[in-house]
């Protein structure tokens, strides 16, 4: 049985001809979508944030949507990445790709810690323990003055060209810029679709579905938690890594508990558990923010009721919504 | 260590009793709407903040303390009334971590609505006179205000104890945390029990937020750190009981305060390290039920 049949046979999933299709080449579809997407979108650096923070919120949705698991914690893992590429670049003046793969193993070292405390509780418990949690990283990101800059941030994170097979880019170029960004998107997305048709990504909607079901069958639940909360932050410390490649600086806002509820406002409002919701959530929160605040300083209020909105009527988001209803 | 002395520790523990009176107020406030609704309340922080904004302006408007004290956790009790009422209760039976995204989006709206009403500063609070000074208390003087705080906690204590273990609606509640079916099933109407739970808690919640008023301040942004705080004491202490709230709260006081004497750069990481350990040792917390959670 080929990786692509397990998918088909999902029974959630009915095999419609061209909906199928699709969904089994879900990874292609997205990846197509976003290097189309600058031709849409007429500011590039607001186009390059949606990828950055849509990737935060995909690493968010695979513990939340796919496992069940509300984590109020992951700017821990964000920002972890973010201060660790940061500190490569800016502090030791590694190259960027050095600093992409120090982001990477920063969030997952940042996931490993946390989740293996925050595992030992359960149900409602394990989004206030990660949200506490996370803020022990921030204090300690903070009093950390000497390596992180402190309440001032990490500045001077330049990245001038990026040199690949002897061919130089322009990384100061907003096209490049979102290209080069959207490249390691493209690979985070097949790499998420890979782990997703995978049997341990067939265990962890399971898991989602019947805990008691998934023990039954002989499933260590704990650690199937575990290791998705440090896959998790693997792909949050790229998304981090990446956002401090892209703004230069690492503010000490990024370890913030309100990052962690952006990437979960993101998550629901694209629809979480879904494989591109967390794309449209991150476009449709940051394009909300930029109209917003044109308009009036508290965009926040509207950003507020906007999600309470959505709890309350839209619990699958814009993209889930779309989705079931393309599926009836 | 020059200067340290028994004197010292000695104030310093009733300062961290003080600090942990307004974890108590919270964390009791929390477990009370945890133990009853099964909903995590992450507007806690921000009904906390509202609380001490409604309180300064009481007091900037000529209201005495006494009655400010009352009339805040009055008005925010009953905009608590008014969410559960709305809000939350069509989110009950559609899983736990509904009404919990659900505050936390409400928590958005009320610190920038009251940005939208009182500015992106923060104000100071004046101790109301009767209140000011220090007086001694064997170990030395301590600020008089800083006692107040912990006398009216201890108050509120005993009138909540009291409420719930000696009037009949109290027992009501008591019964509604163990087993809210077999309560509805004797005829008891669950659903205003839930709505009067969440009132209480939140005007608990904004109780905390006078009392902190005069101690720190208010700024819009007050409720977060507080919130992170309010849910290690009940980690700490076990989610759903009150007594682990208060002895959690008062613990957490005292080891904040004892850190920022020891090592003031560590105080704030100290209760998470606190936590950390607890969670290794009892994941339920010190009075939590097991299973409750699941």
Redesign the interface.
């Known amino acids: 049985m080929t990786v692509d049949n397990v998918v088909a046979l999902r029974p959630s999933e009915p095999a419609r001809g061209w909906l199928s299709l699709a969904r089994r080449r879900r990874a292609w579809l997205a990846s197509l979508l976003l290097i189309l997407f600058p031709l849409i979108v007429p500011f590039k650096a607001l186009a390059a944030q949606i990828l950055v923070y849509g990737l935060y919120a995909l690493g968010l949705n695979l513990l939340f949507g796919y496992l069940g698991l509300?984590s109020?914690g992951h700017a821990a893992l964000f920002g972890v990445g973010a201060y660790f590429c940061g500190i490569a670049v800016a502090t030791f003046g590694l190259p960027w790709w050095a600093g992409i793969g120090l982001g990477i193993f920063g969030g997952t070292l940042a996931a490993a810690l946390i989740g293996a405390?925050?595992i030992?509780?359960?149900?409602?418990?394990f989004?206030?323990?990660t949200?506490?949690?996370a803020?022990?990283v921030y204090?300690?990101f903070y009093?950390e003055a000497g390596w992180t800059g402190g309440e001032s941030g990490l500045t001077g994170v330049d990245v001038k060209t990026i040199d690949l097979f002897g061919v130089s880019f322009n990384f100061v170029d907003p096209l490049v810029h979102y290209y080069v960004i959207c490249a390691f998107v493209v690979a985070a997305l097949f790499a998420l679709s890979r782990i997703l048709a995978s049997p341990f990504g067939a265990v962890i909607e399971g898991v989602r579905e019947n805990e008691a079901r998934a023990r039954a069958s002989g499933i260590d639940v704990s650690r199937v938690r575990l290791v998705t909360f440090i896959v998790s932050g693997a792909f949050c410390g790229l998304a981090g890594a990446l956002l401090s490649l892209n703004l230069s600086i690492v503010s000490i806002e990024t370890l913030n508990?309100?990052t962690s509820?952006l990437a979960?406002?993101m998550c629901?409002l694209g629809g979480m558990g879904t494989f591109f919701g967390p794309f449209v959530g991150a476009a449709l929160f940051l394009l909300l923010e930029n109209i917003v605040s044109l308009y009036t300083v508290?965009w926040?209020?509207i950003?507020?009721?906007a999600?309470?909105a959505?709890?309350?009527f839209f619990?699958r988001g814009v993209w889930g919504t779309l989705m079931q209803g393309l599926e009836k | 260590m020059a200067g340290l002395t028994l004197q010292l520790l000695g104030l310093q523990l009733f300062t961290g009793v003080a600090l942990g009176a307004l974890y108590v107020l919270l964390a009791v406030g929390l477990s009370l709407i945890?133990g009853m609704l099964?909903v995590?309340n992450?507007a806690h922080g921000a009904f906390y903040m509202l609380g001490a904004y409604v309180g300064m302006w009481l007091l900037m408007h000529g209201v005495n303390f006494w009655l400010a004290l009352a009339l805040a956790p009055l008005a925010v009790g009953l905009l608590g009334l008014a969410v559960e009422r709305t809000?939350i209760r069509?989110?009950y039976g559609?899983g736990?971590?509904?009404p919990?995204?659900?505050t936390?989006?409400?928590?958005?709206?009320i610190?920038?609505?009251v940005?939208?009403v009182f500015g992106n500063t923060g104000y100071p609070v004046d101790t109301p006179e009767i209140l000011q000074g220090a007086v001694n208390i064997g170990v030395g003087y301590f600020p008089l205000y800083r006692l107040f705080v912990i006398a009216a906690t201890a108050v509120i204590l005993l009138a909540l104890w009291l409420f719930l273990e000696r009037t009949s609606f109290g027992l009501i509640v008591r019964a509604g945390a163990r087993d809210p079916q077999i309560v509805r099933i004797l005829g008891v109407d669950v659903a205003r029990v839930w709505l009067i739970v969440f009132g209480l808690g939140t005007a608990l919640a904004a109780l905390a937020g006078v009392l902190a008023a005069p101690l720190q301040g208010v700024i819009p942004e007050m409720g977060?750190?507080i919130?992170?705080?309010a849910?290690?004491v009940?980690?700490v202490g076990g989610?759903g009981s009150l007594v682990g709230a208060v002895l959690a709260g008062l613990l957490v006081g005292v080891v904040v305060s004892m850190t920022s004497l020891f090592a003031p750069?560590?105080s704030?990481?100290a209760i998470?390290?606190l936590?950390?350990v607890v969670?290794?040792i009892k994941?339920?917390g010190f009075f939590g039920r097991a299973g409750l959670?699941?």
């Open positions: 509300l109020f405390l925050a030992r509780t359960r149900g409602i418990y989004a206030m323990v949200l506490a949690l803020q022990c204090y300690l009093e508990y309100e509820g979960v406002m629901l508290h926040q209020l950003v507020g009721a999600f309470v959505c709890v309350l619990p | 945890f099964t995590v992450f809000l069509p989110l559609r736990i971590d509904y919990l995204l659900l936390f989006g409400l928590s958005y709206i610190v920038e609505g940005r939208v977060g750190p919130l992170a705080e849910f290690v009940t980690v989610m750069e560590m704030r990481v998470f390290a936590m950390a969670l290794l994941p339920q959670m699941s």
